[in-house]
């Protein structure tokens, strides 16, 4: 018969949970050594169709289980349903690549519960932390009153930063009120810009883009034509699109934007690494204009799901925004004391440290080992580049953007990619999912792994002969 949790009454393991458990603690410590010594990491399946029910089934009961048998049937069955996104194979989406340093030290931040919500509770890891969104403020040409704090993703910081401009433009703009207010965003701007102009329930003013890139003179012509400019208060620009790596108009777009008071927010969660790269670091010298921009460290520096650093060039403004005010928490708002509490800065409240991981591997590594990394992921994608316009059947569409490249198989109906790409996983050689390109299916590599090699673009061409 099935116990209900309240049958379990005195029998239960309530006190053992939080007693030291040296037996689980080597099993657990045994399984993350093997994990982080795996070299390659393999690729993995996704959404296979495993019996995950059978597998599952029995697993939560009253009285617990012991956990080698929890943890084999995760190392046999779950975890070999989740395709590896660090593998050096994973070229789909925006892959992952974190260093063993940050790895290592995320698994201090779980293991200390580290908690970044106030200064008043964890003062010494927002230190640490800010000293992160410094550097990453500094990279962008902003000063040292800039500041922020990491939240769990991209969609999340876009989010934040957005409902910020949209509040200090109704503050600063008395005589919208009651309109509607517009954000300028390009048609390539990233999904979850369009969610977060939804939640915040402001419209976008769409400019269409002249090759995929997103320019002042393309705004300007849009303004000229627009019967009620003056309710465009924002400009969303990105620094590397998702789909193709093309960095906007930052210099052009963000002078404007300065000049007429507009708020200038730059979507950065992939492609703002290359802030860091000495090979296109020029694309980013716009960034000096932003009020707000975003860049994921869980993307292209390098560390842990789920960390995204947001920074804004005025953080007051998103205080005014983002504070939550109640009886409990007035303890933690002492202005005299200049305190810094990241839950001023976006949606939040309670927080992990999350920015922790990326703190540690940059102190061990030093920052121009990531400036290698980084540079590394556009070199490889330069090297696939030349490869495919080399190759007899195969069509680069355009020079790679940042580490993005964009090809066509010639010849090849939207099937063939998806069996191709299918067959590729089921053979372990990549992760490389199809995209569109301008209404055609067509391949697409994204890079990021340092450890992504020329063979394994080699192996994986040679299945498209
Ligand atoms: C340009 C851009 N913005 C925003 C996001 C969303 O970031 P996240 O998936 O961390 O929410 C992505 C994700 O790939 C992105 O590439």
Redesign the pocket.
């Given at each position: 018969m099935n116990m209900l949790p309240w049958d379990a009454g005195v029998m239960s393991n309530a006190n053992e949970m939080f007693q030291f458990d040296p037996g689980m603690t080597d099993l657990i410590f045994e399984y993350c050594r093997n994990r982080l010594a795996e070299d390659p990491v393999p690729l993995d399946f996704g959404g296979i169709a495993t019996n995950f029910e059978e597998a599952l089934e029995g697993l939560i009961t009253p009285q617990g289980q012991d956990a080698r048998a929890i943890l084999d049937r995760y190392d046999k069955v779950i975890s070999k349903a989740i395709i590896s996104v660090d593998s050096p194979r994973f070229l789909s989406?925006?892959p992952a690549a974190p260093t063993k340093a940050s790895l290592l030290f995320d698994m201090v931040v779980s293991a200390s519960s580290l908690n970044g919500t106030s200064w008043l509770e964890g003062a010494g890891t927002i230190a640490a932390e800010n000293q992160v969104l410094k550097f990453l403020s500094r990279a962008a040409g902003l000063d040292d009153h800039a500041g922020g704090c990491f939240v769990s993703?991209?969609?999340?910081g876009?989010l934040s930063a957005l409902v910020v401009a949209r509040d200090r433009a109704r503050r600063n703009n008395p005589a919208l009120a009651g309109r509607r207010l517009r954000f300028a965003v390009s048609e390539e701007a990233?999904s979850?810009i369009a969610g977060a102009l939804r939640v915040i329930d402001v419209d976008a003013l769409i400019v269409p883009t002249i090759d995929h890139r997103f320019t002042i003179e393309q705004l300007l012509a849009v303004l000229e034509s627009d019967q009620d400019p003056e309710t465009v208060v924002a400009i969303v620009a990105?620094g590397?699109?998702?789909n193709a790596g093309i960095v906007d108009d930052l210099e052009g777009l963000g002078q404007y934007a300065r000049e007429h008071e507009l708020w200038f927010h730059v979507?950065g969660?992939?492609?703002g690494a290359a802030m860091l790269s000495t090979l296109r670091g020029d694309l980013f010298k716009g960034m000096r204009h932003v009020d707000s921009f975003i860049v994921?460290p869980?993307?292209w520096l390098f560390a842990p799901f789920d960390c995204?650093a947001l920074i804004y060039r005025n953080p007051e403004e998103a205080k005014k925004t983002h504070t939550q005010t109640a009886a409990y928490l007035d303890i933690i708002h002492d202005e005299e004391k200049q305190e810094w509490n990241p839950t001023d800065y976006a949606i939040h409240l309670t927080r992990r440290s999350r920015g922790l991981p990326i703190w540690f591997s940059l102190c061990v590594y030093g920052t121009d080992a990531y400036v290698a990394a980084v540079d590394d992921g556009i070199r490889i994608a330069e090297h696939a580049a030349h490869v495919i316009e080399a190759h007899p059947n195969l069509e680069l569409i355009r020079p790679p953007g940042l580490s993005i490249v964009l090809f066509r198989r010639k010849g090849w109906s939207d099937e063939h990619y998806n069996e191709w790409s299918e067959k590729l996983l089921r053979d372990q050689i990549g992760f490389v999912t199809p995209t569109k390109w301008e209404g055609e299916t067509v391949a697409r590599f994204a890079f990021l792994h340092p450890e992504t090699s020329n063979e394994m673009v080699a192996e994986i061409l040679a299945t498209m002969n």
């Open positions: 989406f925006i993703g991209g969609s999340t876009n990233h979850s990105t590397g699109t998702t979507d969660a992939y492609g994921d869980h993307k995204a």
